[in-house]
């Protein structure tokens, strides 16, 4: 465990039958993205499971139409996302793909999907004490991972936040590397009215922890590349969001909960 910048610590890891096992205690990890801090932990994922997940995709998104028209989340779909977000007005360029339905998928692409997001999902289940399968339920919460893709020239994602609760931790898994694949963007925080910016701090394979109220946002990638959403060059991440879509959505109004919610404990403690 290392602090690497203020308000980051990187935590090594190995993947033991198909788990990610921290070096340091699940409930210590949990303590220290609550402090809060963005956690940075090396899985140890095999770099060929990753770049499957992003060559596959992209041979699956070449056959499967964009998604138009509002989300439904019980499918598997993949869309070019150019809007702003209408209760936090947060704008954002990137190319999502949600696999909400994954178990559906088709072997090989299913497997190569679940190599990396089976491991996630038991990380994030050891870390916040749930036991939660894949699959859709309507009226609950359930996963809904997720492939990213920022182009080159010019994608982004503005200041957001969400509810703390079912998530608790926000997870974001590098499946490129930085100065190699793609030179700029990464995700940023507000800490303590600190800016603590990931990039560059994120090699593939390392999966980034966040208190889910933090803000944050994707930063560019660079304008003197030309964008195109054919070109696979880029950024590419795989999140693992779970939440209940017909449920209440984040409130629009900042300060963030995690300082209110720091200072009542606080008190309560004195
Ligand atoms: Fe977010």
Known sequence: MQEVAKYIIKVNAEVKDGQIVPEIPFDEVMRLVNEPNIVIIKTGLPEAALSAVIEQTRQWA???????????????????????????KAPQLFHDHTFDAILDLEAPFKETLLNVFDPVRGFWNDMTGNNEAFGIRRGQPYFHPQVTHYPLGGSFFGRHWHPLNPQKVGMILALNQYGKDYTSGGTGYVINDHIVETEGYQDMGDMILFRYDLPHWVSPSSFADRFSWEDPAGRWVAILPFYDPWGTPADNEEPQGWKKQITQAKEVAV
Do not use: V
């Open 62 to 88: 070449a056959q499967t139409p964009l998604a138009e028209g509002p989300d439904t989340f019980d499918n598997n779909q993949h869309k070019q996302r150019l809007h702003i977000a209408k209760i936090q």
